[in-house]
């Protein structure tokens, strides 16, 4: 009797501990876990080629982008949330098209000349100064808002070929978002997948909507403390009833990895790659686009002050 009795507790146990290994296996229940006075520190790069065939003939041009970024965590409100600055630290430009070469670093002390100067400009407006966001612990971004010194002159870029379109306030806040990771808010099991959608404009054509699909992969082999996720992407367009264009998309290919660390609560890197076929019809004219965008972002350093 003594031994059957020993050999329940002994099963007992066993299921217990069985128990107590699933729990420690449990679905990964991610969310950004913000600390006041926490600094994170980023580079988002942005490279982008674009083919353009009209009439016979083919133009080239391509743009990159490198932001360096402070977030700097100035409090904690009861349900998580942060109420964050953004600085950019440093900004560089370049951009080569049928215009002619640009360039913009504010690393450099000599001012650019010629079409990159408003440009130049509004980057060293922006260095140093602070936007200010919240960011919740599911990683939407709110209350995005830049300098008003800087958001005053993105509102007239002189001397700047479609300047407007090309940076404006919702420019640097779609940057913001994409150095973000928006959770679902539930426990996720290996493979697990949630959606988002985003509608971002376009001017003058109207905007796109990006709609993506998140899949958790689990801890990276390599680090148990950081956690993979996969994104596949698909755009679609609502163009402006009055835009002079129409568009199509023809082809499109978005995919990419993040890295997220569980127990810190903050993104480490994550790298996206786009390929969009466009066709255009403009002034009784047919363009086809072929534009090839990487954007990656890196951690720096985190920590807190």
């Known amino acids: 009797m003594l031994m059957l009795r020993r050999s329940v507790i002994a099963s007992l146990a ?7 290994g699933a729990r420690a296996q449990a679905p990964s229940d991610l969310r950004w876990k913000f600390k006041e006075g926490q600094v994170l520190r980023y580079v988002l790069n942005q490279n982008t080629s674009m083919g353009i065939s009209v009439g016979g003939q083919s133009i080239d041009n391509s743009i990159d982008q490198m932001y360096e970024l402070t977030w700097k965590v100035k409090a904690v409100k009861a349900d998580g949330s942060a109420e964050m600055v953004q600085v950019f630290d440093r900004v560089k430009y370049m951009m080569d098209s049928v215009l002619g070469q640009m360039s913009v670093d504010t690393k450099d002390e000599k001012d650019p000349e010629g079409p990159a ?9 922006l260095v140093g100064a602070e936007a200010t966001m919240v960011m919740t612990p599911l990683g939407e971004i709110k209350d995005f808002k830049l300098p008003a010194k800087a958001a005053e002159m993105l509102k007239n870029l002189p001397g700047m070929p479609g300047g407007q379109r090309m940076v404006s306030e919702d420019t640097f806040k779609e940057m913001v978002e994409q150095s973000t990771l928006v959770l679902p808010g539930k426990p996720l099991a290996a493979n697990a997948s949630w ?10 054509i109207g905007s796109m909507l990006v709609d993506s699909t998140y899949t958790f992969k689990g801890a990276d082999p390599q680090n148990k403390a950081l956690d993979k996720i996969d994104i596949k992407s698909a755009v679609e367009l609502k163009v402006n009833p009055d835009s002079p264009f129409t568009v199509k998309i023809k082809k499109q290919d978005i995919q990419g990895g993040i890295v997220f ?7 480490t890197n994550s790298k996206v790659e786009q390929k969009l076929d466009l066709e255009i019809e403009a002034m009784g004219q047919q363009i086809d686009q072929e534009t090839k965008t990487t954007i990656s972002i890196t951690q720096r350093e985190a920590g807190s002050k």
């Open 14 to 20: 066993l299921v217990l501990l069985g128990a107590v």
């Open 261 to 267: 660390n569980r127990d810190g609560g903050f993104l």
């Open 117 to 125: 100067a408003a440009m130049g400009q509004v980057f060293r407006a």
């Open 195 to 204: 959606n988002t959608k985003r509608d971002v404009p376009r001017p003058p």
